[in-house]
T-cell receptor, first 117, second 116 residues
Framework: GDSVTQTEGPVTLPERAALTLNCTYQ??????LFWYVQYLNKEPELLLK????QETDSRGFQASPIKSDSSFHLEKPSVQLSDSAVYYC?????????????????FGQGTILTVHP | GAVVSQHPSRVICKSGTSVKIECRSL??????MFWYRQFPKKSLMLMAT?????????EQGVEKDKFLINHASLTLSTLTVTSAHPEDSSFYIC????????????FGDGTRLSIL
């Protein structure tokens, strides 16, 4: 079945440190990849989305899918205090049910990031 | 601005009460909406997929009669937790996605349900 594996957390970094959160996945289908961020007591919000061979950039975060090793690592050159949150890698794959096709998300376990002064 | 609205944001009620949660897509028509449950410090767990005009598709282990889902229009899905008990206390989040498998899901604000 489909699965997503992320960096085991929690991850603690000082301000301005470089960040890499690993994400690898297994899927039998053509997939689309996302990173979501969830701040404390809030709903998840989209951070990045990517289709194959496309790098995307948002709020200083970058992720580039590498098909050869099924990865979609999240990077940021210099983190800020406000980046403290839980980060989820997710893959979307097409499901056909009852004549309807829709994308179903599989989430990783999440990685807690804490940035300190 | 928010593209998915979820209501209410917080519910505290007695055991045995049924609770209805609404999820609305604001900027687009969503033929498919999703309902998740999240326990503290855990990832999102998909409960069911809500399809407009048809029965919801439930994930394994989720009780259909306990968690009733209705998707009567292209902009509204509801989740009713029937006869709620303390173990049903959790953070419930809906999401909706515009057409196209590569479109991201947009999440509602979530509903924090506490059953006393």
């Amino acid at each position: 079945g489909d699965s997503v594996t992320q960096t085991e957390g929690p991850v603690t970094l000082p301000e301005r440190a470089a960040l890499t959160l690993n994400c690898t996945y297994q899927s039998s289908y053509s997939t689309f990849l996302f990173w979501y961020v969830q701040y404390l007591n809030k709903e998840p919000e989209l951070l990045l989305k990517s289709s194959e061979n496309q790098e995307t950039d948002s709020r200083g975060f970058q992720a580039s899918p590498i098909k050869s090793d099924s990865s979609f690592h999240l990077e940021k050159p210099s983190v800020q205090l406000s980046d403290s949150a839980v980060y989820y890698c997710a893959l979307s794959w097409s499901v056909n049910a009852g004549g309807t096709s829709y994308g179903k998300l599989t989430f990783g376990q999440g990685t807690i990031l804490t940035v300190h002064p | 601005g928010a593209v998915v609205s979820q209501h209410p944001s917080r519910v505290i009620c007695k055991s045995g009460t049924s609770v209805k949660i609404e999820c609305r897509s604001l900027d687009f028509q969503a033929t498919t909406m999703f309902w998740y449950r999240q326990f503290p410090k855990k990832s999102l767990m998909l409960m069911a997929t809500s399809n407009e005009g048809s029965k919801a598709t439930y994930e394994q282990g989720v009780e259909k009669d306990k968690f009733l889902i209705n998707h009567a229009s292209l902009t509204l899905s509801t989740l009713t937790v029937t006869s709620a008990h303390p173990e049903d206390s959790s953070f419930y989040i809906c999401s909706a996605r515009d057409r196209g498998v590569n479109q991201p899901q947009h999440f509602g604000d979530g509903t924090r349900l506490s059953i006393l």
